[in-house]
């Protein structure tokens, strides 16, 4: 059992958790940035834990060789791609320090931007998260739909999440223990960041340009983290499809009166082929669209009760022997 004077006078550990995917092009580049902050830093600690996502290219590689070179480097990687937000997951169960930073590997996130975070994290606060005061590099579509999802998600969510912001933040001990403790499968992190509390503050950083390669998120990927990200966080579209056959269900009976009043007090009274054709088309509408998004609840409820680990570990790299404590029983693979 260690003293509160030797708790007192420990250097603090500070955790840096960068997911990759397919960043050869980029990686020495970032590498060569967070060392140099880790030398900037004189009373922390930093330990740089690298999550590659089953790159398809020299990505792995190129960490083992930089790990070499610098003990503060660590790898963690998955036997396939699980996705950006389980390897963040990964990361953050993974990470020993008494704060953890999240950000990408493309450097569109610039790692000097820290320093501001730790000194928050110092004034008292437990999450520090980055908000996007400009997107450079980044089409008007882009950020148009970015900038859109962002107020529908806070317009439909029962938890008030950050306008403008991405997985670039600091949280404490507190926190990511917290995030560990979360078993749910579908992940949005900045949605559960901001459903477990604590004291937050935003800081505002200009968001530059990929340094090299491409996005990993296309339309598609972006259109099903958008998904995940609205139906992790609220039932209102639920509400919204009950709203909306209770609609349907009135304008029917607003034309069941109609051809009732037809057929009894005037002599047009043949059922027109468009009338038809409106109501069933617009019924039909109504009931897909309300099965679709009863379809995604229950296909996240057959996701969770399945119980599989949320991702399979083919190396640790730079960890101690045991291995890094894990919440969610991640799979090992002896190789």
Not at 248 to 268: D, E, H
Not at 296 to 324: A, D, H, T
Request: aromatic share 10%.
């Amino acid at each position: 059992m260690k003293t509160s004077m030797e708790f007192s006078t420990r250097t603090q550990l500070l955790s840096v958790v960068v997911p990759c995917f397919n960043e050869e092009e980029v990686i020495g580049e970032t590498t060569k940035r967070l060392r140099l902050f880790c030398a900037e830093l004189q009373d922390l600690d930093v330990e740089l834990i690298f999550v590659d996502d089953g790159s398809r290219d020299r990505t792995r590689q190129l960490l083992k060789g930089f790990a070499l070179e610098d003990p503060r480097i660590k790898i963690i990687g998955f036997a396939r791609n699980f996705g950006h937000q389980i390897a963040v997951t990964a990361g953050i169960d993974a990470a020993k320090g008494d704060a953890v930073v999240l950000i990408d590997a493309d450097l569109q996130d610039p790692p000097e931007v820290i320093h501001e975070m730790v000194a928050k994290w110092r004034e008292g606060f437990d999450v520090v998260y980055g908000t996007r005061t400009e997107r450079l590099g980044e089409s008007a579509f882009k950020r148009a739909t970015a900038r859109g999802f962002y107020r529908v998600l806070n317009r439909l969510s029962d938890i008030p999440i950050p306008l403008d912001t991405g997985d670039f933040r600091l949280m404490s001990r507190d926190v990511v223990d917290t995030l560990r403790a979360m078993p749910e499968r579908d992940r949005f992190i900045r949605g559960m960041v901001s459903w477990v509390g604590f004291k937050q503050i935003a800081l505002p950083y200009k968001r530059g340009e990929r340094f090299a390669g491409e996005s990993k998120y296309p339309l598609r990927k972006m259109l099903r983290f958008a998904t995940d990200g609205i139906l992790s966080f609220s039932t209102k579209p639920l509400q919204i499809s009950v709203a909306m056959g209770m609609f349907s269900a009135s304008l029917a009976l607003l034309g069941i009166f109609y051809v009732l009043f037809l057929r009894l007090f005037t002599s047009i009274w043949v059922e027109g082929w468009t009338a038809i054709m409106i109501a069933v088309l617009f019924m039909g509408g109504v009931q897909l669209i309300s099965v679709g998004i009863l379809g995604e609840y229950v296909g996240r409820i057959y996701n969770e009760i399945k119980n599989r680990p949320l991702y399979v570990v083919q190396e640790y790299l730079g960890f101690e022997k045991s291995g890094p404590a894990m919440s969610r029983s991640p799979v090992m693979v002896n190789r």
